[in-house]
């Protein structure tokens, strides 16, 4: 019979690379060891940010007459035994969280309840990427195992009650997971939430004119317009791909995004310069890095990161404004690339209903809950409830403002 077991690791750097990325096998960049590890050798993620990492491993061991499922909690010294005795079949990544900070479904009010009534809010544990809003895998399981699937998806939720109850958290979050996990999340007594995001969908097309020949009449003139504003400034653009990005590139990059951040949020952004100098080592293929030039100076950058399939814009900052320049650098020139290199999907990062009227489509994202602390548990339900149906009229309504033939 199979014994699983399963432990938790206080940093990415603890498990082998080749075995983390071998489960979390697809080509989305942000789970692979190589991305969350930049975020924790920077110390971006750490317990001073109010990130702890907390990375949830199942090994497998037959072992004769014995069908038990084990949980450890401090696995340190027993750690190497284990690389060595059993096979890693499964993963979850995780963090202990202080706060709310750089998650994108945000739960303030919940926070906010917890601690008018004298109960503690935080700390709580989320699986999710640091800061990145993209939706992926957030629980993998081996090939080799998935006839299990569903005894280990039992085991990962009764670990995280386990060091819920250990460390005194109050719920457990899996936020931005895929369509799939989170029907599978749900039915372990999750509750279920949804968001909105805004996604551009490639259906083929030859060239950008190919694309603005499905639009409307107006609105194809509209973004003519925008782009051929930012072209009679003068401002021309060059795509950057892993290692061809060089210092000098990451510390203009750098001081974009800090600029950009304080303008927007009055502060200078969740990442540091170490972080952006380190991905091109981490995980060279998956980064491009598209630069604005006006009269020989680099006036503004974007960051991406793509898969097999999608693109996915995180980053802009700019030294000055510019008509149109973001929209440019974070719209146009990502749907040209997609269409270029025929990538399916452009997710251009979180919010921006203005992203209708450019060609990108609403989408669900999802997102799953497990409450330790039974309080708020019947409310909280009930606002998701209402949330929900919320997202699915506006998902009727906001096909009247995209800007597609079709869609008349």
């Known amino acids: 019979m199979s014994e699983y077991i399963a432990h938790f690791v206080t940093s990415i750097n603890d498990i082998d690379e080749d075995s983390w990325n071998t489960l979390f096998s697809s080509s989305y960049p942000f789970t692979k060891h190589g991305f969350l590890s930049a975020l924790e050798d920077s110390h971006v993620v750490s317990k001073e940010t109010g990130w702890i990492a907390q990375h949830l491993l199942i090994y497998k061991k037959e072992k004769e007459n014995s069908n038990q499922n084990s949980i450890q909690l401090n696995p340190q010294s027993q750690l190497l035994n284990l690389k060595h005795q059993k096979s890693l079949v499964a993963a979850m990544p995780a963090y202990i969280k202080l706060h709310s900070y750089g998650e994108y479904m945000f739960d303030w009010s919940w926070a906010d309840a917890f601690l008018a009534k004298g109960i503690e809010y935080y700390p709580k544990l989320v699986s999710s990427v640091p800061f990145t809003p993209a939706t992926g895998q957030r629980f993998a399981v081996a090939n080799s195992e998935l006839e299990n699937y569903n005894q280990l998806i039992k085991l990962m939720v009764n670990a995280c009650k386990e060091i819920a109850h250990r460390v005194s958290l109050s719920n457990m979050q899996w936020l931005f997971v895929d369509k799939q996990g989170s029907l599978e999340l749900a039915n372990e007594d999750t509750l279920q939430r949804t968001d909105i995001q805004y996604h551009w969908f490639n259906r083929g097309y030859a060239n950008f004119d190919d694309f603005l020949a499905t639009l409307k009449s107006r609105k194809r003139k509209n973004i003519s317009k925008e782009r051929a504003q930012v072209h009679n400034n003068g401002i021309c653009f060059s795509w950057l791909s892993g290692e061809q990005i060089s210092s000098l590139d990451w510390q203009q990059f750098f001081q974009f995004y800090q600029l950009t951040y304080m303008r927007r949020s009055g502060h200078q952004g969740y990442l540091n310069l170490s972080f952006f100098q380190n991905l091109p080592a981490k995980i060279s293929e998956q980064v491009l890095l598209l630069k604005a030039t006006k009269d020989d100076r680099v006036v503004g950058c974007a960051l991406y990161f793509k898969s097999d399939t999608h693109l996915y814009g995180r980053y802009w900052g700019s030294t000055q404004e510019f008509d149109f320049l973001h929209f440019e650098a974070c719209y146009y020139q990502g749907i040209e690339y997609c269409i ?28 799953n809950y497990l409450f330790f602390e039974q309080t708020y548990k019947q409310s909280i339900a009930q606002f998701l409830r209402q949330e929900t149906e919320h997202h699915k009229e506006y998902l009727k309504n906001a096909k009247n403002y995209l800007p597609y033939k079709h869609s008349e």
């Open 340 to 367: 270029k290199h025929g990538l399916q999907v452009f997710d251009a990062g979180a919010q921006g209903e203005h992203k209708l009227l450019r060609g990108f489509e609403p989408v669900v994202n999802y997102g």
